[in-house]
């Protein structure tokens, strides 16, 4: 991945203690990865590396929108995103990334590339059930939700006034008549 260069953080030449790093992030970033479940996207993502002696801690924190369909409607709409993730790099024989909160990476590593860990961290919270806010404050209006609003079910109460007001079959009528002149 060529591509991931500007994520690319140097950790040799740095001294011990806190390093910042920010990322504004958009489409482009996502497509590096193939992904296109977002129309548009807008997220700034915080990285703080803290450099110890015998090892590294990276602090991941994100904050912004995502345009996404809603799963009801289908209409578009601005989804607030907001996560944050923590890694811990150690050093070791050789590379291992099977723990999630750990990673170790050679002795002779001098570089580590975090375009991976921001975009599992901006996915991973994005809701799976997005719904647009209007349509849970009653605000959106869409053909869509008209349509689902007239399929939806009926309460029995509605059911049976309904019947009651249907033409009953006059035998029946006179069996009603039995229990109510009690």
């Known amino acids: 991945m060529s591509s991931t260069k ?3 953080i140097p950790f040799v030449g740095l001294k011990n203690g806190k390093h910042h790093f920010e990322y504004q992030l958009n489409n ?11 129309q548009k996207s807008d997220i700034k993502v915080n990285v703080v ?6 090892m590294l801690e990276l602090n991941f924190e994100h904050n912004g929108t995502v345009n996404v369909p809603c799963d009801l ?10 996560g944050n993730m923590k890694l811990i790099v150690r050093f070791g024989e050789e590379f291992n990334n099977d723990n999630e909160e750990l990673l170790i990476v050679p002795y002779g590593e001098f570089e580590i590339n975090v375009a991976q860990y921001i975009y599992e961290t901006i996915v991973l919270s994005v809701p799976q059930r997005r719904v647009h806010p209007g349509v849970k404050d009653g605000s959106l209006q869409s053909e869509a ?15 049976k006034e309904e019947n009651e007001d249907e033409n009953i079959d006059p035998r029946w009528e006179k069996l009603k008549k039995l229990l109510t002149d009690k």
Not at 28 to 37: G, L, Q, R
Not at 145 to 159: A, D, H
């Open 6 to 8: 500007e994520y690319l």
């Open 28 to 38: 482009a970033f996502f497509e590096i990865f193939d992904y296109d479940e977002y």
């Open 49 to 54: 590396l803290e450099k110890q002696s015998s």
């Open 73 to 82: 409607t289908g209409e578009d709409f601005d989804l607030p995103v907001k």
């Open 145 to 159: 939700l008209e349509k689902l609003n007239e399929l939806k079910v009926r309460e029995e109460k509605e059911i």
